[in-house]
Each structure stands twice: as structure tokens, then as C-alpha cells.
């Protein structure tokens, strides 16, 4: 066998060990070259929250390539979303992103009504900007709990839980689920908030916002999560934008673009709130944007609990059958970042076609350009860093 | 808005973390003891679907409205002669109704779709199961479950029942 022939032969096999996904270059073996090595991330190391596999070629410590293959937990939403009735679709939209359901779940129905038609009461719209504002503060503390647990750090997971099990009781208590809560109907809300709701999120709002206060006094002044993520992973505001990202990974970038601001929908028009953003773009100001947020989700639910109007919770007159016809896109704030549903409808009950963009999916595709020139060490922490749920990124 | 602490001197960020953690260390824990103490689980906890075959009319709109069809139903008709005369009824009677529980999504749709009240939410969650086929619950354990159900809450102020939910 001669050489080019063996150099072929082993670029098949490391294209193998890749997942066949990279172009493989055969280096020139000259007298002081060392070989690049292949490294897969995944498909079941926590950091990556799931079964996201990154492929990683190395240069001693250094990062040259990296490539996420996703693909793990591909569940086909979209196409089922074509054999169901939209309001039975509800219960799918939950599931892609399982720890934002309730704002997965009002992106959808508003989508539903703007194709049908369908004119929500005030008040089912004040209790679902609540909501998505109360699940949202659910996501951020999962992720900034979690992102110091892949630092090394294992407390502040225990503190982000305590907190979320406080909101998911009283989520659970009005919605009937701690996590995919099915709440939002075509038209309206499933069900009113029972009586002492509103006393009781008062109560948690007060001992949130406390905590939240302790919570960024335990981890956003630590020394070592400092060092380890101050200048780390740093994402200029063009190629955020460049690569389509969203959410606190493109605020923390310095971009302020929040579709809650720019296309207002349910009420966030009437409420005033403002979009944290960082100045760096590197792994802490990405930190620092979820805890800033989570501050401004409490501001937004204390007003939506002093201007909730008295009124019907559903649409009084819903047709019998859903009419979709023609098409929409739908763009909400969801915890990650932007999403969007397409939907299509012919007419009938079913949408023709579904087409979601993910947050998750577009945060993901960044990491390609982050990666590389930086250190194996540094690779969890920018990984952690870009905030994704995977079965956001494959549905 | 907030503007980031950028002045970092040594130690004193540890310190106030530490700080929390000691305040922590000092309050009562939070963990609730599960096996020994039940969660207090509210009314309309999506836990376990109870069946009252007593109101159920086999119209078959749950199994239908259901996203992922885990509800099955057999029925058959018989029919009788009124007691005071005149052309035989029809009526449908349920010989199966079972819901298997290892595909349900707890979406809640058909007890929200049932026209007569056949169907409920209870909050009971402990019926997990070695065996898979052990997850299909049929109407007899269905009919158990009812003895559960909590009553639904009251509405908050402002709320404007439906008419359903007003009668």
C-alpha cells in the first residue's frame, strides 16, 4: 500500500470516528509535525445537557475544530404537529423545550388564534404574560444553578432548586402540572387562577426576589467563577447576529433584540420592563444577562398581578371545528431566546405545515465559530454558557 | 439598570458567598421527607384520570380527542322496550375502558372534551409498576380512583365562571 493510499485509509477512519461529519485534511507528515487528535464530547457527558455530541479536533490543548452533531432526540414534532387538531398539538409544543413548556405552549396558541382568528379576553392575557414570565424565571434558575454545577461548583444547584420548587407549587396549583403545564387554550386559558392564587404568588414573588438577591451574591461574585469565565468564550455582537442566536446568548453580546420589545404580543406592550445586556459577550456577561433577566421577569409579574382586569379566562364563543387558513409566523421570547412557529394551514382543523425555529438549534450552530483557539478546559464552560435544551435543538 | 460590579478584590467574593451559605446552614431544611410525608397536593394536580362509568355514555369523544390515542373503549348495544310501551331503545353499554397510563401525556383533554362528567382528575401519583402491561388501567381501577378526586377549587376574584362551571 503506498502512502497516499494509507492516508486515505485513515482519513476514512477518523471521518468514521467523527460521525462522517468534517472534511478531513491529511496532514503532510513532515519531521516535527504532531498528528491533531479527534476528541467526541458526548453524546452522554452532563455538561451538554442531553445527548448533544460535539466532535472536537485537538492541537495538544487547543481547540482547532469543533462540530456539534445533533440529531440524538429527534422526535419529529413538526410532522406529528401535521396528523393532530391544533389544540391537541398543545401538548407536543410543551415537550420540545421541556423546562420553558408554558412559553413553548403560548407561542403556539397565539399562532393558532391569529390563523383562526380568535380574539383573547384581557384577562387570559394578563394570566398568560404572567405565566410565561413565571416559567421563564423557572428556566433561568435551571440554567444559572446548573452552569456553576459544570464549573465545578455544587452548591448553587441546591439554592436554583429550592427556588423553582416554591414557583412550580404554585404553578402547579393553578395549572394542575409542575412542568408541562398544558395551561393555555385556543381562545383563552384552560382553566381561572383558584382563589388565594394571587396572595400566594405575592408571597413568592417577595421570597423570589429575595433569593434571587442571595443567589447572585453566592456565585456572581466568586473569585474562581469569575476567573473561570470572565474573558472565556467571547462572541462578538456580529457573529451572534451572523449566526442567527438569540436570547441571553445575543443580549449578552450587547444586542437588545427581544420580540417582547420589538413585536410586542399578549401584554407585554403594557408592561414596562427592560432588556439586560452585557457589554463583552463572554461567559459571564451570559451568566450576569440570565440573572438580570430573571430580575425584570419579577418586575413584569408584579405588574401583571396589580393590573389583572376582572373578566372571562376563554374566548366565550370558540368554533367547534378550527378553520386554519393561510399562513403565520409567530415570534415570541422564549427563556433561550427567539421562537418562532411557522404554521400553514389549508383550511382544515390540522396545520398543513409546521415549521418551528429554536432557540436552542441557532444557539447551537454558534459553537463552531467559539470554539476554536480556545482550551479543552474552557471548552465546558462555554458549552454550559450557550444555554441550550436538546430537545429544543432536534425536536 | 443594573451595571455589573467590575472591582474584584481578592477573597471578598468568597466570602460573601460563603456568607449565604452559612445563613442557609443556619435555617431549617427544606426537604420535604416523601415516603414518610405525602406531598400536599393541590386540587387540580394532573395525577391519575378517574372514571365514573355510571356517567359515561360511550361517545367516544375522550378516545378520540386524544393526542396520542392511549384510551381504548369497547361498547356493544342492546337494546330494551320502555316499560310503557312503544318502539325499542337503543343504548350503548361499556364492556371496556381502559387508559394506558405508560403512553398518556397527562394533557388533560379528554377529561376537558367528556360532555358528561364521566371523567377527573385525581391527585394520587403512586401507581407505578414493574410491569408495563400493569399501566393499562382498566375501568374497575378506574372507578377506584374516583374515590380521590378532590373538589375544584374556587375561583380567584374577578373570574368569570363558565357555564358549565357555574351550574
Partial sequence: ?395 | MAEQTRKRSTGLGLAKGLSVTLKTMLQPAVTQQYPRVKPDLPPRTRGVIALKEANCTVCYKCSRECPDWCIYIDAHKETHDPAGGGRARSAKVLDRFAIDYALCMYCGICVEVCPFDALFWSPEFEYGEYDIDLMTHEKERLEEWTYTVLPPPALEDGAVPTEEQAS
Fill in chain 1, 1 to 395: 500500500m503506498d502512502t497516499r493510499e494509507a492516508a486515505f485509509e485513515s482519513s476514512q477512519v477518523a471521518s468514521m470516528i467523527r460521525g462522517g461529519g468534517l472534511d478531513v485534511e491529511v496532514m503532510p507528515s513532515g519531521e516535527f509535525s504532531t498528528e491533531e487528535m479527534i476528541l467526541n464530547i458526548g453524546p452522554q457527558h452532563p455538561s451538554t445537557h442531553g445527548v448533544l455530541r460535539v466532535v472536537l479536533e485537538l492541537d495538544g490543548e487547543v481547540i482547532t475544530k469543533a462540530e456539534p452533531v445533533i440529531g440524538y432526540m429527534h422526535r419529529a414534532a413538526e410532522k406529528l404537529a401535521e396528523y393532530r387538531d391544533a389544540r391537541q398539538v398543545l401538548v407536543l409544543m410543551n415537550r420540545h423545550d421541556w423546562i420553558s413548556a408554558f412559553n413553548n405552549e403560548l407561542g403556539w396558541t397565539i399562532a393558532v388564534e391569529r390563523l383562526a382568528g380568535i380574539e383573547v379576553p384581557d384577562r387570559a392575557q394578563w394570566i398568560r404574560t404572567m405565566f410565561a414570565e413565571w416559567n421563564r424565571i423557572l428556566s433561568h434558575l435551571m440554567f444559572s444553578g446548573s452552569y456553576p454545577l459544570e464549573l465545578g461548583a455544587m452548591t448553587p444547584i441546591f439554592y436554583a432548586f429550592r427556588e423553582r420548587e416554591m414557583i412550580q407549587d404554585l404553578m402547579e396549583s393553578a395549572t394542575g402540572a409542575r412542568m408541562h403545564h398544558s395551561y393555555c387554550r385556543v381562545g383563552g386559558l384552560k382553566d381561572d387562577l383558584p382563589r388565594g392564587f394571587l396572595k400566594r404568588s405575592a408571597e413568592v414573588l417577595a421570597e423570589t426576589r429575595k433569593r434571587i438577591g442571595e443567589f447572585e451574591t453566592l456565585i456572581m461574585g466568586n473569585e474562581i467563577i469569575y476567573a473561570r469565565t470572565r474573558d472565556v468564550g467571547l462572541l462578538p455582537a456580529e457573529t451572534a447576529i451572523a449566526f442567527g442566536t438569540s436570547g441571553p446568548v445575543l443580549h449578552a453580546s450587547g444586542v437588545a433584540m427581544d420580540p417582547r420589545k420589538d413585536e410586542p404580543y399578549e401584554k407585554y406592550a403594557e408592561v414596562e420592563f427592560d432588556v439586560p445586556v452585557g457589554t463583552k459577550g463572554d461567559c459571564y456577561d451570559r451568566l450576569w444577562v440570565l440573572i438580570e433577566r430573571m430580575k425584570e421577569s419579577c418586575n413584569i409579574i408584579e405588574q401583571c398581578m396589580d393590573r389583572l382586569p376582572p373578566g372571562e379566562f376563554r374566548a366565550p364563543k370558540l368554533p367547534k371545528t378550527l378553520k386554519m387558513d393561510g399562513e403565520v409566523y409567530v415570534r415570541t421570547e422564549n427563556p433561550l431566546g427567539l421562537m418562532g412557529y411557522y404554521v400553514v394551514g389549508d383550511g382544515k382543523k390540522q396545520p398543513y405545515r409546521l415549521k418551528m425555529r429554536t432557540a436552542s438549534f441557532s444557539n447551537v450552530s454558534v459553537i463552531p465559530a467559539m470554539l476554536p483557539g480556545t482550551l479543552v478546559p474552557d471548552l465546558i464552560a462555554i458549552l454550559g454558557s450557550i444555554f441550550f435544551v436538546v430537545g429544543d435543538v432536534d425536536r
